[in-house]
């Protein structure tokens, strides 16, 4: 595990964007398709796919918000250009699941799926790093169901679609996929640092074939 991702090159603290992003004030909602009803009792968050046991993970909404939780400070960039500054997250960091349910060995990538088969995907080491988080909460509030109650993906060092709101699980994968916008024109990784934007900028060995 754990060479470090790429891109975080802001420190903390430091109001810096990444090229091409302007700052938004307030929190606007963006998103495909409509907002899911929360219904606790079908909810599950599940861990799939290549797991090291081959078994698969389930939470219930109860056994999920009795995990470890904790915070981290992160900005959202929307690849449409604007940008939010300085949220705290509240929630389960994505390496408390990881270890709790770990992937076999062979594992390179993983589709974070949520509600209508929204879906995402990553490299495992962006899903380890330290800061990537499932937040329930922001700012010490728990998440309006247009921000994406009762769970959402916060990635901070990749561009905010690869965040999923209203996440359901996580599938380990063995080679690389295209999640929903990955096969829709956006850049396979999504690093804003290097304003990986677009599918046509990729470079060899960036993603699979389109
Ligand atoms: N399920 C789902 N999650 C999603 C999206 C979506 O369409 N569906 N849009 C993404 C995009 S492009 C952005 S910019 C952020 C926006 O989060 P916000 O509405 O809380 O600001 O959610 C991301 N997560
Ligand atoms: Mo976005």
């Keep these: 595990m754990g060479h470090p991702a790429q891109g975080e090159s802001r420190q903390a603290g430091q109001p810096e964007l990444p090229p091409g992003q302007r700052l938004q004030r307030g929190w606007p909602v963006t998103h495909y398709g409509p ?26 909404h109860e056994e999920f918000t ?31 699941l990881y270890d709790l349910a770990p992937p076999a060995p062979e594992v390179s990538h993983v589709m974070v799926w949520a509600e209508y088969g929204y879906s995402a995907n990553l490299r495992l080491a962006d899903l380890a790093s330290a800061r990537t988080v499932f937040a329930t ?19 901070p060092h990749r561009y905010a679609w690869k965040g999923p709101k209203w ?5 380990y994968m063995t080679a ?22 677009y599918s046509y900028q990729e470079e060899p060995g960036d993603g699979p074939e389109l």
């Design 176 to 197: 690389d996929r295209r999640g929903f916008w990955e096969e829709r024109g956006y850049h396979n990784l999504g690093d804003p640092w290097r304003e990986q934007r």
């Design 66 to 96: 009795a995990l470890p939780y904790a915070t981290v400070e992160a900005d959202l960039h929307c690849v449409t250009k604007f940008s939010m500054l300085g949220a705290e997250w509240g929630g389960v960091l994505a390496r408390t």
């Design 137 to 155: 909460h922001k700012d010490g509030e728990l998440l309006t169901a247009e921000h994406g109650f009762p769970l959402r993906l916060i990635v």
């Design 35 to 60: 907002v899911p009803k929360f219904r606790p009792e079908r909810w599950e968050f599940g861990v799939f796919g290549a797991t090291e046991s081959g078994e698969k993970y389930r939470w219930t």
């Design 167 to 171: 996440v359901r699980g996580i599938e």
